[in-house]
């Protein structure tokens, strides 16, 4: 039996790492695609270049590494299925599961190096990647700029915003329809130009870049310091053929290409990262919670706290000879529209505006308060996610193995046909399951934990009746005992006819 595992299982790690090979080079061409314009013809040299793929290959893995075990397991017992090699083992009285029994032994340490390997180098390679591309769009400004959006200029003393529709020529130096937001110290857009073309010109030997705009507006708000000029809103406006801003990169000539930055994403984290910030972030946003509550309840004043009687006075007032009460007259006012009523005309425009304000004022603060609280609980969510992520991927590679194995075996085709066709119907599932699983559980509509562990559990169901269907060598859908069923019917009631 030895030598019959060492077979299987050589068998297995051929496919599994050539599978491994082919999908990795695939994903590394989908990926990158993404970042080939931030990357080439920026003078950067193919050693950056270099780096940016070794960093990003391991944040592949969650996807390539179920995929190669489905597909690996599919050819494997595929081909032994098809070469009837299957037909010789259970000749022998070997089982199907005892033929898997070295892949189970294999898959096992692979789902516990994934966990590993997910937990300690995935976070780090997230983060130097993340690193690399921060610090090459310091070094190299046209980097920075991304097409259609607004993109920030680090690392310069110029505090702005810009935004281009196209980048060409060398280096993309030549911009078109270029919009800039200026900040303030205040870290405030008061300033906006606009421009028709832009150019940005440098040199090694300068420290200044030269961002020349032509054919375009500026725009500014003036801030008086006089309150009843700010009132007035004054703002400043041109028109210019041509406007040169200089942008001092000098604090950006020792930029290091490799130094690490904070770790500011949930990816970067381990499990023990994740667990300590999981806390801090629930309590963090449980004190957001209660305090603003508080804040809008003093404001509507709806709920006044009850104070504490003294109960010292209580006895006092006791001893006392009680005193002579006198009549008072009721309030004849009981209800807000009485109140209003009993007001002039002009005071009761002035109550109303002021309600109407103050209502506006709250709802507003209740708005923007709500808006930051979903991206708290958005950023919260997705640490839980990556946390039960990290795990249900270990465990994916070893489902997805169940239901690989005994399906190559019912198919019983080898060759990267029909099972990479299958492999890929069957990943692309547990895929799209996963991602829109995610993004529920990020929205919070569902637990995050859940959202990490249901493209597992759905495949889990499907393992088991797989494996059962190819031990006992039924076909890959059967509906033999439906038909067995209805006919039975049909017979019962043709015999209750005759007795009748």
Same mark, same amino acid.
């Given at each position: *039996?030895?030598?019959?595992? +060492?077979?299987?299982?050589?068998?297995?790690?051929?496919?599994?790492?050539?599978?491994?090979?082919?999908?990795?080079?695939?994903?590394?061409?989908?990926?990158?695609?993404?970042?080939?314009?931030?990357?080439?013809?920026?003078?950067?040299? *193919?050693?950056?270049?270099?780096?940016?793929?070794?960093?990003?290959?391991?944040?592949?893995?969650?996807?390539?590494?179920?995929?190669?075990?489905?597909?690996?397991?599919?050819?494997?017992?595929?081909?032994?299925?098809?070469?009837?090699?299957?037909?010789?083992?259970?000749?022998?009285?070997?089982? &199907?599961?005892?033929?898997?029994?070295?892949?189970?032994?294999?898959?096992?340490?692979?789902?516990?190096?994934?966990?590993?390997?997910?937990?300690?180098?995935?976070?780090?390679?997230?983060?130097?990647?993340?690193?690399?591309?921060?610090?090459?769009?310091?070094?190299?400004?046209?980097?920075?700029?991304?097409?259609?959006? $607004?993109?920030?200029?680090?690392?310069?003393?110029?505090?702005?915003?810009?935004?281009?529709?196209?980048?060409?020529?060398?280096?993309?130096?030549? &911009?078109?329809?270029?919009?800039?937001?200026?900040?303030?110290?205040?870290?405030?857009?008061?300033?906006?130009?606009?421009?028709?073309?832009?150019?940005?010109?440098?040199?090694?030997?300068?420290?200044?870049?030269?961002?020349?705009?032509?054919?375009?507006?500026?725009?500014?708000?003036? *801030?008086?310091?006089?309150?009843?000029?700010?009132?007035?809103?004054?703002?400043?406006?041109?028109?210019?053929?041509?406007?040169?801003?200089?942008?001092?990169?000098?604090?950006?000539?020792?930029?290091?290409?490799?130094?690490?930055?904070?770790?500011?994403?949930?990816?970067?984290?381990?499990?023990?990262?994740?667990?300590?910030?999981?806390?801090?972030?629930?309590?963090?946003?449980?004190?957001?919670?209660?305090?603003?509550?508080?804040?809008?309840?003093?404001?509507?004043?709806?709920?006044?706290?009850?104070?504490?009687?003294?109960?010292?006075?209580?006895?006092?007032?006791?001893?006392?000879?009680?005193?002579?009460?006198?009549?008072?007259?009721?309030?004849?006012?009981?209800?807000?529209?009485?109140?209003?009523?009993?007001?002039?005309?002009?005071?009761?425009? +002035?109550?109303?505006?002021?309600?109407?304000?103050?209502?506006?004022?709250?709802?507003?603060?209740?708005?923007?308060?709500?808006?930051?609280? +979903?991206?708290?609980?958005?950023?919260?969510?997705?640490?839980?996610?990556? &946390?039960?992520?990290?795990?249900?991927?270990?465990?994916?590679?070893?489902?997805?193995? $169940?239901?690989?194995?005994?399906?190559?075996?019912?198919?019983?085709?080898?060759?990267?046909?029909?099972? *990479?066709?299958?492999?890929?119907?069957?990943?692309?599932?547990?895929?799209?399951?996963?991602? $829109?699983?995610?993004?529920?559980?990020?929205?919070?509509?569902?637990?995050?934990?859940?959202?990490?562990?249901?493209?597992?559990?759905?495949?889990?169901?499907?393992?088991?009746?797989?494996?059962?269907?190819?031990?006992?060598?039924?076909? &890959?859908?059967?509906?033999?005992?439906?038909?067995?069923?209805?006919?039975?019917?049909?017979?019962?009631?043709?015999?209750?006819?005759?007795?009748?």
């Amino acid at each position: *039996m030895k030598i019959l595992d +060492q077979y299987i299982l050589r068998r297995f790690l051929y496919n599994f790492f050539s599978s491994f090979f082919i999908l990795i080079v695939i994903f590394i061409f989908q990926g990158i695609w993404l970042f080939i314009d931030d990357l080439a013809g920026k003078g950067l040299g *193919m050693v950056i270049i270099g780096k940016f793929i070794f960093y990003f290959i391991p944040t592949l893995v969650d996807k390539v590494l179920p995929l190669t075990v489905l597909l690996s397991s599919i050819l494997t017992f595929g081909t032994f299925a098809e070469n009837y090699e299957f037909a010789a083992m259970k000749a022998s009285g070997i089982s &199907l599961q005892r033929g898997m029994r070295s892949l189970i032994v294999f898959v096992l340490f692979l789902g516990v190096v994934t966990f590993f390997f997910a937990n300690d180098v995935i976070p780090i390679s997230e983060q130097k990647m993340f690193n690399l591309r921060r610090n090459i769009a310091k070094v190299k400004p046209a980097a920075a700029i991304t097409e259609g959006v $607004f993109s920030d200029f680090e690392g310069t003393g110029e505090g702005m915003n810009i935004k281009v529709d196209k980048k060409h020529g060398e280096q993309d130096r030549f &911009l078109d329809n270029v919009i800039i937001h200026k900040k303030t110290d205040q870290n405030i857009n008061n300033t906006v130009i606009k421009a028709k073309s832009g150019e940005l010109i440098s040199s090694e030997e300068s420290d200044i870049i030269q961002l020349v705009l032509k054919d375009g507006n500026y725009y500014e708000e003036v *801030m008086p310091k006089d309150a009843k000029e700010r009132r007035k809103q004054p703002f400043a406006k041109s028109n210019f053929e041509t406007y040169t801003i200089n942008i001092d990169i000098s604090e950006l000539n020792d930029q290091d290409l490799e130094e690490d930055q904070n770790i500011t994403t949930n990816k970067m984290k381990n499990v023990g990262r994740l667990i300590k910030d999981i806390d801090s972030l629930r309590e963090n946003n449980l004190e957001k919670v209660v305090a603003f509550s508080k804040n809008v309840v003093n404001r509507m004043g709806a709920f006044p706290s009850k104070v504490p009687k003294d109960t010292t006075k209580q006895n006092l007032e006791l001893i006392q000879p009680p005193k002579k009460v006198e009549k008072t007259e009721q309030d004849s006012i009981k209800t807000i529209d009485g109140f209003i009523q009993s007001l002039e005309q002009w005071e009761q425009i +002035q109550v109303m505006k002021k309600a109407q304000n103050e209502v506006s004022s709250i709802l507003n603060t209740v708005t923007s308060k709500k808006n930051e609280l +979903q991206s708290r609980y958005k950023f919260y969510n997705s640490h839980i996610l990556s &946390l039960h992520q990290k795990y249900a991927l270990a465990l994916s590679c070893i489902i997805l193995f $169940f239901v690989g194995a005994p399906l190559g075996a019912i198919i019983r085709k080898g060759g990267l046909g029909l099972p *990479m066709v299958v492999a890929i119907i069957l990943f692309l599932t547990y895929y799209f399951i996963g991602v $829109f699983a995610g993004n529920y559980a990020k929205e919070g509509n569902i637990h995050p934990a859940i959202g990490a562990w249901l493209p597992t559990m759905i495949m889990l169901p499907l393992g088991i009746s797989l494996t059962r269907r190819a031990t006992a060598d039924k076909g &890959l859908v059967g509906f033999g005992h439906f038909i067995d069923r209805i006919k039975s019917i049909f017979k019962k009631k043709d015999k209750e006819a005759e007795d009748q």
